[in-house]
């Protein structure tokens, strides 16, 4: 049993962190760092043949402010402080006439292990945000316990991505290209947790981008790149343990999977080595889902701030790296993230009305 003090914060405070939203005519705004990556053994046949790690640190200026009761308009302006792909082993790439193709097995060692490394600005995203109910700003005639949110944006193309590689061998970050965001999340205000249920899809346009050369010539221009759309579920709970008037603590126990569809991207960045030929044309990399389990703390101060800080760890199954060559990531592939974020209630009405 929880002390009735808890259980009255729980009941009528406010809905979960996936549905949060200002009340109307006031606002909010959240500076979020966040880091994920994953670590992948690549495999030709039953031969290793490299392994790296990919890390992507973030930090995101978000705002949102709330037009009307149960619609807001939001922001989110995020820079990639640092986006690295590190080989711990690599390969050549070398051709086989036995197969008409090039391969990794048998071939020589890199060494050192090749480092790449971009960063900079991301696109920024615009949505609208609508909530058809809202367990913590109900309408006159009726008190909500189920908060709906749905939210639809769109984030703009950035100049530099991941994809460009430049003359000097320098590169952007992120995807880079234009994206059609759409999400929807529930939760509940239960006896003793806030259950929730969110849904992301991101569908990615094309993005022109030049290839290169080993040589940092350019051998293509405005090559067609269309990096993956991406769909995305969590399903979990926020459970407060500790209540002092109007400071909550709570722990936010969750599941995360995700699917992230093929993608038409430059040769020669997630192979170490690729042969000369293919850095004409664009690579297609196979499709592949991933699924993370995990755990978060909330410190709330009722309409003043929000700390949230956690981390999820997990494995994404194995797909084709480039389509041109027989290598593939093994099984599992660990993929994790971390973050952190606090978040500043505008609770003054902005407009100086209710």
């Given at each position: 049993m929880l002390p009735l003090p808890l259980l009255a914060l729980v009941t009528t405070a406010h809905a979960a962190d996936v549905t949060a939203m200002p009340a109307p005519f006031r606002g909010l705004a959240t500076l979020e760092y966040r880091v994920e990556g994953d670590a992948a053994r690549l495999v030709e046949g039953d031969t290793q043949v490299g392994a790296r790690q990919e890390r992507l640190h973030t930090l995101a200026l978000q705002g949102a402010f709330s037009v009307w009761r149960g619609i807001s308009l939001a922001v989110d302006l995020p820079v990639a402080l640092d986006q690295r792909l590190v080989w711990s082993q690599a390969r050549e790439m070398a051709f086989d006439p036995t197969l008409g193709a090039g391969s990794m097995v048998g071939a020589a060692a890199l060494e050192p292990p090749p480092v790449e490394q971009g960063g900079g600005l991301l696109g920024p995203t615009f949505a609208l945000q609508l909530t058809p109910f809202n367990a913590e700003h109900p309408g006159k005639r009726r008190a909500d316990r189920t908060t709906w949110l749905v939210e639809?944006?769109?984030?703009?193309?950035?100049?530099?991505?991941?994809?460009?590689?430049?003359?000097?061998?320098?590169?952007?970050?992120?995807?880079?290209?234009?994206?059609?965001?759409?999400?929807?999340?529930?939760?509940?205000?239960?006896?003793?947790?806030?259950?929730?249920?969110?849904?992301?899809?991101?569908?990615?346009?094309?993005?022109?981008?030049?290839?290169?050369?080993?040589?940092?010539?350019?051998?293509?221009?405005?090559?067609?790149?269309?990096?993956?759309?991406?769909?995305?579920?969590?399903?979990?709970?926020?459970?407060?343990?500790?209540?002092?008037?109007?400071?909550?603590v709570a722990l936010d126990l969750r599941t995360r999977f995700g699917y992230r569809t093929w993608q038409d991207i430059p040769s020669g960045l997630y192979l170490a080595d690729v042969l000369a030929a293919s850095r004409e044309v664009l690579v297609t990399q196979g499709e592949a889902v991933h699924a993370l389990a995990g755990l978060g703390v909330q410190v709330r101060r009722a309409g003043l701030v929000d700390v949230l800080v956690g981390g999820d760890l997990g494995a994404q199954t194995p797909y084709r790296v480039e389509h041109p060559y027989a290598v593939r990531t093994d099984l599992p592939t660990l993929t994790w993230d971390a973050g952190l974020a606090v978040r500043v209630w505008i609770d003054d009405p902005l407009l100086g009305t209710d």
């Amino acid at each position: 049993m929880l002390p009735l003090p808890l259980l009255a914060l729980v009941t009528t405070a406010h809905a979960a962190d996936v549905t949060a939203m200002p009340a109307p005519f006031r606002g909010l705004a959240t500076l979020e760092y966040r880091v994920e990556g994953d670590a992948a053994r690549l495999v030709e046949g039953d031969t290793q043949v490299g392994a790296r790690q990919e890390r992507l640190h973030t930090l995101a200026l978000q705002g949102a402010f709330s037009v009307w009761r149960g619609i807001s308009l939001a922001v989110d302006l995020p820079v990639a402080l640092d986006q690295r792909l590190v080989w711990s082993q690599a390969r050549e790439m070398a051709f086989d006439p036995t197969l008409g193709a090039g391969s990794m097995v048998g071939a020589a060692a890199l060494e050192p292990p090749p480092v790449e490394q971009g960063g900079g600005l991301l696109g920024p995203t615009f949505a609208l945000q609508l909530t058809p109910f809202n367990a913590e700003h109900p309408g006159k005639r009726r008190a909500d316990r189920t908060t709906w949110l749905v939210e639809a944006g769109y984030r703009l193309q950035d100049k530099s991505s991941w994809w460009q590689e430049k003359q000097d061998g320098s590169r952007g970050a992120g995807p880079g290209a234009d994206a059609v965001h759409l999400r929807t999340a529930f939760s509940t205000l239960a006896d003793t947790s806030r259950p929730y249920l969110e849904v992301a899809f991101d569908k990615a346009l094309t993005v022109p981008t030049n290839l290169r050369a080993e040589d940092g010539s350019v051998v293509s221009q405005g090559a067609q790149v269309r990096p993956a759309s991406t769909l995305d579920l969590r399903v979990g709970a926020e459970v407060p343990v500790l209540a002092r008037q109007d400071t909550e603590v709570a722990l936010d126990l969750r599941t995360r999977f995700g699917y992230r569809t093929w993608q038409d991207i430059p040769s020669g960045l997630y192979l170490a080595d690729v042969l000369a030929a293919s850095r004409e044309v664009l690579v297609t990399q196979g499709e592949a889902v991933h699924a993370l389990a995990g755990l978060g703390v909330q410190v709330r101060r009722a309409g003043l701030v929000d700390v949230l800080v956690g981390g999820d760890l997990g494995a994404q199954t194995p797909y084709r790296v480039e389509h041109p060559y027989a290598v593939r990531t093994d099984l599992p592939t660990l993929t994790w993230d971390a973050g952190l974020a606090v978040r500043v209630w505008i609770d003054d009405p902005l407009l100086g009305t209710d």
